[in-house]
C-alpha cells in the first residue's frame, strides 16, 4: 500500500511541476520571442513538412521532455524520502515531517540542477566552443537565438525542479500523515 501511495505522490508531484513548467517554457519562450528555428533540424523539418509543423510548438514540447527526464527521479526520489522519514518516526508532525524531507531535498534539488546544466552544455558543446574567442560582446552573444533557446532550456529546467521538490514534499507529507491518520481510526 505504501508503494502505491509513494508511486501517486510522485505522480501528482510530477504532473503539477510540469503543468507549471510548460507554463514557464511557454511564458519564457513567447517573451523572448524564441522561433524554435535555431537549429538546422528545425529548418530542414519545416521545409520538408512544407510548412505544417509548429516549430516554436516543438521547441515547447522539447523543453518539457527534456524537464520531464529529471522531474520523475527528483519526485520519485522526494516521495520516497517523506515516507521512509514517517516510517521511522510513527508520531511526527507535519511541519517537522516537511522541514526534515525539504533538508534532504535541497541537497537533491542542487545535484539535479547542475546535471541538468551539464546535460545542456555537453549536448551544446560544439555551439559553445564556437564562441569562447568570438570577437562579439557578451551582450550580443546571449541573444543569438541558438544561445537563447539553450538558456531559456536551462532556466525552465531549473525553475521546474526547484519547484517539484517542495511541491512533492508537501503532497507527500499530507498524503504520509493523512494515511497513517485514517489507518489509525480503523
Known amino acids: ?18 503543468i507549471i513548467t510548460g507554463i514557464l517554457a511557454n511564458l519564457f519562450v513567447s ?3 524564441l522561433t524554435g528555428f535555431a537549429s538546422e533540424e528545425a529548418s530542414f523539418l519545416q521545409a520538408a513538412k512544407q510548412g505544417t509543423i509548429n516549430i516554436q510548438g516543438l521547441l515547447l514540447a522539447g523543453i518539457i521532455i527534456g524537464v520531464l527526464g ?3 527521479d527528483i519526485t520519485i526520489s522526494q516521495s520516497a524520502i517523506v515516507f521512509q522519514l514517517k516510517a521511522t518516526k510513527n508520531k511526527i508532525q507535519f511541519g517537522d515531517l516537511y522541514t526534515k524531507a525539504m533538508n534532504i531535498g535541497r541537497d537533491h534539488i542542487s545535484s539535479m540542477v547542475n546535471t541538468l546544466i551539464l546535460v545542456y552544455a555537453g549536448a551544446a ?8 574567442d568570438n570577437p562579439h560582446p557578451f551582450s550580443e552573444i546571449v541573444n543569438y537565438e541558438i544561445i537563447a533557446d539553450e538558456i531559456v532550456r536551462t532556466l525552465v529546467g531549473s525553475i521546474g525542479l526547484i519547484l517539484a521538490v517542495p511541491i512533492t514534499t508537501f503532497i ?3 498524503i504520509a500523515l493523512r494515511w ?3 489507518a489509525s481510526k480503523s
Open 1 to 18: 500500500m505504501v508503494l502505491i501511495k509513494k508511486t501517486l505522490v510522485a505522480i501528482a508531484g510530477t504532473l503539477i511541476s510540469l
Open 31 to 33: 517573451e523572448s520571442r
Open 70 to 72: 529529471v522531474l520523475d
Open 125 to 132: 558543446l560544439p555551439l559553445l566552443l564556437l564562441f569562447i
Open 172 to 174: 507527500a507529507t499530507w
Open 180 to 182: 497513517n491518520h485514517d
